[in-house]
């Protein structure tokens, strides 16, 4: 009877260890969302590279607003870098936050490039970018953007003309 014992209580321990040091892992949900930006600013400061007269880089910044197609609203921010020869091509690279309407925010850093003109001879731009941080309701975020956007005409809120982006945003939160 003591060793039945001495072996269920030996059993029981050794179950108990294994399960305590089993820890279930759960794959993260990707989340894959759609979302319009309608933004604008001032021109870029634009300044000679110096190596070319048709070669210049540059640095801007813009503001507007983010609408996903899950109903969220964000305010949008960025500021650009340019590296432009002009009349041939042209690379844009920079920094974006969103603020959503509860104060959670992302940032992700975008890389865009010149893809051509429109109907109406607009400009037009295609990127990526990578999630790098989010706070609130987006902490520990990671994931990555894809968008294309155009250069959109004069219109009584932006009588200086903006731009649209049609972006799709794919990450998983922890």
Request: glycine letters at 10%; proline letters at 5%.
């Amino acid at each position: 009877m003591r060793i039945l014992m001495a072996s269920a209580t030996l059993m029981i321990g050794v179950c108990l260890a294994l399960a305590s040091s089993v820890t279930p892992t759960y794959a993260a949900k990707t989340t894959s969302v759609e979302a319009t930006i309608i933004f604008s600013g001032p021109p870029p400061t634009m300044l000679p590279a110096g190596d070319d007269e048709t070669h210049f880089a540059g640095l801007g910044q813009r503001t507007g607003k983010a609408t996903f197609s899950d109903g969220r609203k964000a305010e949008y921010s960025n500021v650009f870098f340019m590296d432009w020869y002009r009349g041939k091509s042209m690379l844009l690279w920079g920094y974006t936050k969103m603020v959503f309407q509860n104060g959670s925010w992302m940032y992700f850093k975008w890389d865009s490039q010149f893809v051509g003109m429109d109907e109406a001879s607009r400009a037009m731009f295609k990127g990526t970018g990578e999630i790098l941080k989010g706070v609130g309701e987006y902490e520990g975020i990671k994931g990555t953007v894809k968008y294309h956007n155009r250069q959109l005409p004069p219109s009584e809120e932006y009588p200086k003309g903006s731009r649209e982006a049609k972006a799709v945003f794919t990450y998983t939160l922890p």
